[in-house]
């Protein structure tokens, strides 16, 4: 074997505790695994930390104590955590700052600058991203010109770009209409399939039924893991056929 070192998750935090100055505990003492693939609802009331728990991951935040390890990486070790920022995670958050000047083409393809793909790469894939997520005749529009969910929309197109290993969302689904957050947990299913790894905050109990896994936060600690009846179901289908 090459590679000794074998890797049984994707994700994995240990000991993780978050302290923001004036002595608030966001996260306190956070131990949390994730498979490769799985998709991991966080629930809990606002306030308990779920927000931090995803920055944490996406490296924009670190740890006061705890380790975050990505995919065999701890990241208080990555030297570049730019590079691990825009090609290993995406990231959907509640504001989803998209750069008002540019089209909703122009921000998807910004995160791709810098990387292998030439010009015209870029702007196929964006476009393609944008098709995916039913925003294939706005992406001249400035995000001025576009509803809060076909914001979130570009949003999630643009955190899509680089073909992330996990996609970290916060309240993706938060502007969406019905159909819409349909459609965005068809998605989610499918890159969950290919092997993407998804950790969603939500306070949908519809949307949180659709993950694997759902994680309850209170206080900046996990106080209970359960999995939906339809993941059960289908891991019991899986379970005991031959
Ligand atoms: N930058 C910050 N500085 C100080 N306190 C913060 C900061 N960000 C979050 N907090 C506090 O940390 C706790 C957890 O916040 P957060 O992770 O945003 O919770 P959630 O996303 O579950 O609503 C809250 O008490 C919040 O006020
Ligand atoms: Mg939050």
Not at 212 to 238: N, Q, W, Y
Request: proline share 5%; glycine share 8%.
């Amino acid at each position: 074997m090459n590679d000794p070192i074998v890797r049984q998750h994707d994700v994995e935090l240990a000991g993780v505790t978050r302290i923001y100055p004036g002595h608030v505990t966001a996260l306190d003492g956070v131990n949390l695994t994730v498979d490769c693939g799985e998709m991991v609802a966080i629930t809990g009331p606002s306030g308990c930390g779920k927000s931090t728990l995803l920055h944490l991951l996406g490296a924009i935040d670190i740890p006061t104590a705890g380790s975050v390890v990505v995919r065999g990486r701890n990241l208080a070790e990555i030297a570049d955590l730019s590079w691990y920022r825009r090609q290993e995670v995406g990231l959907v958050f509640q504001f989803h700052n998209l750069l008002p000047q540019l089209t909703a083409l122009s921000n998807v393809v910004l995160p791709m600058f810098g990387t292998h793909r030439s010009a015209r790469q870029r702007n196929t894939r964006a476009r393609e991203l944008l098709v995916e997520v039913d925003l294939g005749d706005c992406e001249d529009r400035l995000p001025t010109e576009l509803s809060g969910g076909e914001r979130q929309r570009v949003a999630i197109a643009r955190a899509l770009a680089n073909d992330p290993k996990i996609l970290l969302a916060d309240e993706p689904t938060g502007s969406l209409d019905s159909a819409s957050t349909e459609r965005f947990l068809d998605l989610l299913e499918r890159l969950s399939r290919q092997g993407t790894t998804i950790v969603m905050v939500t306070h949908d109990s519809e949307v949180a039924a659709r993950a694997h896994r759902i994680i309850e936060m209170r206080d900046g600690k996990v106080i209970a893991e359960s999995a939906p009846r339809r993941a059960m179901t289908s891991r019991l289908a899986a379970a005991v056929t031959p």
